[in-house]
């Protein structure tokens, strides 16, 4: 059964520190793994995209790397701003034969504090 | 929000009530899709559309029918709402579909309340 898992489900850190979400997935076969971030009440905003070839990709204070072997993907963030309060959530696609299916995780709600 | 407009915002309706939510875009994208969004589950497609009256089924697409009659609009109706349908749903658009290393663009969502 084609999974993601995210890990932890939740998170408090301090303004200005650093952390790190985990996603773990059961797909196959892989096509890409997107991370995207949830504000409470919007839509979901894409962070990242990275296909099988990629290991790292940064978007501003915003870095995932993958690791295809392993079939685990990080989102570090640096210097934590109160902004950076939402969910965030791991997505892989899956090659099919209409083009790619997406398995969405549930999220790891990450709250900033002062 | 990349020219997404979903409406109503919000919505409580009665069970067995017809109900429709509407997607309306500006980015003449190819590709829209519905998605329900649950507490504990991850955001699961229910119906896509990959152009002008060309539709197919998602993964939960029991209890859903869906329209598009033009580029920029596209309908989810519940034909007879059920309190499972309660949920957040979410409209997403992207040029290339499903969803070919490109980015998807998601709606604000409505929330649907079915009492």
């Known amino acids: 059964k084609n999974q993601v898992e995210q890990s932890p489900q939740s998170l408090i850190i301090l303004e200005g520190k650093n952390c790190t979400l985990q996603?773990?997935?059961?797909?196959?076969?892989?096509?890409?793994l997107r991370w995207y971030k949830q504000d409470t009440g919007r839509g979901p905003v894409s962070l990242t995209i990275m296909t099988f070839s990629e290991n790292t990709k940064s978007n501003g204070r915003y870095t995932a790397t993958l690791d295809a072997d392993t079939k685990q993907s990080s989102l570090h963030i640096t210097a934590s701003q109160l902004s950076d309060s939402a969910s965030y959530i791991c997505?892989?696609?899956?090659?099919?034969?209409?083009?790619?299916?997406?398995?969405f995780g549930t999220g790891t709600q990450l709250k900033v504090e002062l | 929000d990349a020219g997404i407009t979903q409406s109503p915002r919000h919505k409580v309706t009665e069970t067995g009530t017809p109900v429709t939510l509407r997607c309306h875009q500006t980015?003449?994208?190819?590709?829209m899709y519905w998605y329900r969004q649950d507490p504990g589950h991850g955001l699961r497609l229910i119906h896509y559309?990959?152009?002008?009256?060309?539709?197919d089924k998602g993964e939960v697409s029991d209890g859903y029918s869906v329209s598009r009659s033009k580029t920029e609009d596209f309908l989810l109706t519940l034909e007879s709402a059920t309190s499972s349908q309660t949920s957040v749903y979410f409209c997403a658009i992207s040029e290339a579909g499903q969803l070919m290393n490109t980015e998807a663009f998601f709606g604000q969502g409505t929330r649907l309340t079915v009492v």
């Open positions: 997505v892989v696609g899956i090659l099919t034969g209409g083009g790619n299916k997406l398995t």
């Open positions: 980015e003449n994208h190819r590709y």
């Open positions: 559309s990959y152009g002008v009256k060309d539709t």
């Open positions: 996603c773990n997935y059961t797909v196959s076969p892989f096509s890409n």
